[in-house]
Nanobody, 119 residues
Framework: QVQLVESGGGLVQPGGSLRLSCAAS????????MGWYRQAPGKQRELVST???????NSADSVKGRFTISTNNAKNTVYLQMNSLTPEDTAKYYC?????????????WGQGTQVTVSS
């Protein structure tokens, strides 16, 4: 069991920047991967970016070159730096953690933080 708390969402103008944070607590020793997903009204939840415990990253084509994921392992926190934002980035952003113990996978989700890009 891992608890995730997101912060940093809000309203921003097109072309602006925003940084999201997600702090993990609980059974953190088995965490293997952390990431960000997003979901807009009427759309399915989609991958934004992930990062493994050793720093390997993976991002969706739609955000490559604009978004950067990073972690502070000492603080059990993952960040998402979002630059050059467009209205298409408007969505609720969710923090995600994957844990693996004895060959079994466990997934935890935060409650999400809203990002709105509008002029």
């Amino acid at each position: 069991q891992v608890q995730l708390v997101e912060s940093g969402g809000g309203l921003v103008q097109p072309g602006g920047s925003l940084r999201l944070s997600c702090a993990a607590s609980g059974s953190i020793y088995s965490i293997k991967l952390m990431g960000w997903y997003r979901q807009a009204p009427g759309k399915q939840r989609e991958l934004v970016s992930t990062i493994t415990k050793d720093g390997e990253t993976n991002s969706a084509d739609s955000v490559k070159g604009r978004f950067t994921i990073s972690t502070n392992n000492a603080k059990n926190t993952v960040y998402l730096q979002m630059n050059s934002l467009t209205p298409e980035d408007t969505a609720k952003y969710y923090c995600n953690v994957v844990r693996i113990m004895y060959g079994e996978q466990y997934v935890d989700w935060g409650q999400g933080t809203q990002v709105t890009v509008s002029s």
